[in-house]
Each structure stands twice: as structure tokens, then as C-alpha cells.
């Protein structure tokens, strides 16, 4: 795969991951994403493009949360914008006050570590439109999980600071190996700037090749 493949930058910043939001069978970008970059991003993670707004915000992948089974969305997000993304899986909105789904689930096709303080009813939502198993958690001592980790049905790339009680947790829970890394030379907030699948990833356009090679090798690409 080309290396311009792997690393982009949309709307003029390389936090891929709080702009935009994959899934095995669908990228979600917004709309200022270039069709240079919109066509990169396909190709890296091999899956169809989709451009939108969701509650006319650009920042998707703070504002939704998915797996190939479904969508969690910010509370505020429009009827249009959940008629628009059933097409391609389950649709719910978080029940919650805290508008940044993203932010706080981490999620893949089996499994969801989420906020601590989310409601079991919060947490009933996104086990059946998700199809998973949710606990609550932290990674590194912090409760924004969905930013702090990525996952897909490989592996785990997480914050540097996880502690080992969080890595066995971690563990035990996805079923899947842990391993620490950074992006965008040097950001431990590893979802802020990384989108990855079970067919490849995209990495910040700061992202340097040692922090890909992490990736790599940590959600089982090579």
C-alpha cells in the first residue's frame, strides 16, 4: 500500500481519528475532506467513503462510535443523520448527557470498554446496537477511552500510561493482545490520530515510521 495510503490530514489537521470514524465496511468523513483524501482513505482501509455531517458537526469521530454491526451517535445528531447511516448497520443515540460517543467507547466487532460512568441503560444501548460485550473502564487512568485506544479484531494500540492492571483488563476482556504506542509524533491519544479496520489504517500525516511500524505490529498487519 502506498504510503500516501497510510497517513493523511482532513480539514488541515492530521487528527484523523476525531474527524472521521471506520468501521469493515464504511469510512464516515466530513464534508471539507478533499476527494484526493476521501479516495486515499478508502483505499488504506479498503472499505466504501461516505461523506457527511453529523448534528452539522465535522468532528465524526468524537461524535460516533461504530463496529460493521452498527452506530452509536451524539445525542444531538438529526433524524437525517440517522436515517442516512442505517443504510449500513444498526442506528442508536447514546442515551446520555455526554454528547461525544466517540470519545468514550472503544469498541470493535466482539467487545466495548466505555466510560465509567456511563448508565447501564447507556450501556444496554450500545451492547445491543453493537452486537457486543461492554464493560466500563479507563486506559491510562483516563475515562475518555475511545481516544486514549484503538482496536480492531487483531489487537490493541493504547495510551503509553496504561497500567498493568489495565493491560490485564484490557486482556481478558477483547480477548485480543495489548501493546502501547503513540501518533503523530509523539501524541499518546492514539484514537485522536489513528483510523484502522481489519483491512488496514490510516495514521495522522505526523505520524512518523517507527509509530507505524507500532501500529503494525500491534493491530497485526504485517
Same mark, same amino acid.
Given at each position: 500500500m502506498p504510503v500516501s495510503d497510510k497517513r493523511a490530514r482532513i480539514a488541515g489537521s492530521s487528527l484523523v481519528g476525531v474527524f472521521a470514524r471506520c468501521t469493515?465496511?464504511?469510512?464516515?468523513?466530513?464534508?471539507e475532506t478533499t476527494q484526493e483524501t476521501k479516495e486515499s482513505m478508502a483505499r488504506g482501509? *479498503?472499505?466504501?467513503?461516505?461523506?457527511?455531517?453529523?448534528? *452539522?458537526? $465535522?468532528?465524526?469521530? $468524537?461524535?460516533?462510535?461504530?463496529? $460493521? !454491526? =452498527?452506530?452509536?451517535?451524539t445525542p444531538q445528531a438529526s433524524d437525517a443523520d440517522v436515517e442516512k447511516l442505517s443504510k449500513y448497520g444498526r442506528v442508536m443515540r447514546l442515551p446520555s448527557k455526554t454528547n461525544a460517543a466517540g470519545n468514550i467507547i472503544l469498541t470493535n466487532d466482539s467487545a466495548a470498554l466505555v466510560h465509567p460512568g456511563l448508565s447501564e441503560r447507556a450501556c444496554e444501548v450500545i451492547a445491543t446496537t453493537? =452486537?457486543?460485550?461492554?464493560? !466500563? *473502564?479507563?486506559?491510562g487512568g483516563l475515562k475518555t477511552v475511545g481516544m486514549t485506544g484503538v482496536v480492531n479484531d487483531r489487537g490493541l494500540l493504547v495510551h503509553p500510561r496504561v497500567s498493568e492492571e489495565e493491560v490485564a483488563a484490557l486482556e481478558k476482556h477483547f480477548g485480543l493482545p495489548v501493546d502501547v504506542g503513540t501518533v503523530n509524533f509523539g501524541t499518546p491519544l492514539v484514537g485522536s490520530g489513528l483510523l484502522a479496520n481489519s483491512h488496514g489504517y490510516v495514521a495522522g500525516?505526523?505520524?512518523? =515510521?517507527?509509530?507505524? =511500524?507500532?501500529?503494525?505490529?500491534a493491530l497485526d498487519y504485517v
Open positions: 469493515d465496511n464504511v469510512v464516515l468523513v466530513p464534508i482501509l *479498503g472499505v466504501e467513503a461516505v461523506t457527511l455531517l453529523i448534528a *452539522g458537526a $465535522s468532528v465524526i469521530g $468524537s461524535l460516533i462510535c461504530a463496529n $460493521s !454491526k =452498527g452506530f452509536i451517535l453493537l =452486537g457486543v460485550e461492554v464493560a !466500563k *473502564g479507563t486506559i500525516v505526523d505520524t512518523t =515510521g517507527p509509530e507505524m =511500524g507500532r501500529v503494525e505490529d
